[in-house]
């Protein structure tokens, strides 16, 4: 893959969905040498197209841009409804009303569309693999193709559609497990799942999850990866646009562990284990975007409340390496033994 092999520097901005991904996190990390990127989840096409835009204002660096691929509605009415009432009693803490519990397609096909009509050099896909059809009118466009895989039959099922390259995501990851299912947890370690996709698949792979320093970073160019990916070390950058209780809870060390759980989004995802994780995580149905959507009013209650018990505080196992230093530096450190 032309771009992830001619990086400076073997360092890559993890795309972090609902804010954290700013325009100005993606040009500073390319400005350092790697890989800036964008994250489209949740933004309509128009904003994404204004991302991009701000984006290409700041740099003239390759970058990319992450989609995510919808899923299909299986989600269970009765299961909805008991969460609800869990939500309710939440929301009346807050002031506000739980969201209506939705399902959406992330305006997944105008998304598609614009990256085709004015291609950006990668554009990457979590949560599912897209169709061959798209993977091929993408790369008539230009446009490097990346899918983000937590198992070595995802790996394949990528390659098989015509993928460039596979980001391989680690259980160490924070955020959603980019799996192109939600039937169990991602387990296995990013070392292991290296090896067994390497074994499997020849592609280019990014190597994701855990990688909070340079020993780690080496650990895994060393199992075969061309990059690693950064998302928790550079959440609490000033170029980041994370919540600052998100970023609080990190530099203080507001909790002690981190915890894979459906009590935010209805999608399994490791955060910071705080109250709202501990007491709803049994009771979160398999219901993605729907719990998304009707618990972000609550969420954003709390990070205007600054309320670290109950705000979604995503982060990967190395979160105790964070650091409030800017993107630069980060890269800089990471890179420096590579």
Sequence with gaps: MGILRELDVGVIAAPMAGGASTPELAAAVGAAGGLGFLAAGYLTAEAMGERIGRLRALTDRPFGVNLFVPA???ADPQALAAYRERMEREAARLGVEPGAAVWGDDDYPAKLAALRADPVPLVSFTFGCPAPADIASLRRAGTEVMVTVTTSAEAEAAADAGADALCVQGAEAGGHQ???EDAYERTIPLAQLLA???????????AAGGIGDAAEARRALTGGAVAVQLGTALLCTPESGAAQVHKDALLRQR??????????????????ANRFLAEHDGSA??????IHHMTAPLRAAAARAAAADTVHLW????FRAVRERP????????AADL
């Design 315 to 318: 982060a990967g196992t190395a």
């Design 327 to 334: 993107a630069a530096e980060v890269v800089a450190d990471i």
């Design 255 to 272: 909790f002690a562990r981190t915890a894979v759980t459906r009590a935010f989004s209805g999608r399994r995802a490791r955060a910071l």
């Design 285 to 290: 149905p398999a219901a993605y975007p729907h």
């Design 72 to 74: 299909r509605d299986t």
């Design 178 to 180: 980019a799996s192109f």
């Design 196 to 206: 067994e996709v390497r074994a499997r698949v020849r592609l280019p792979v990014v």
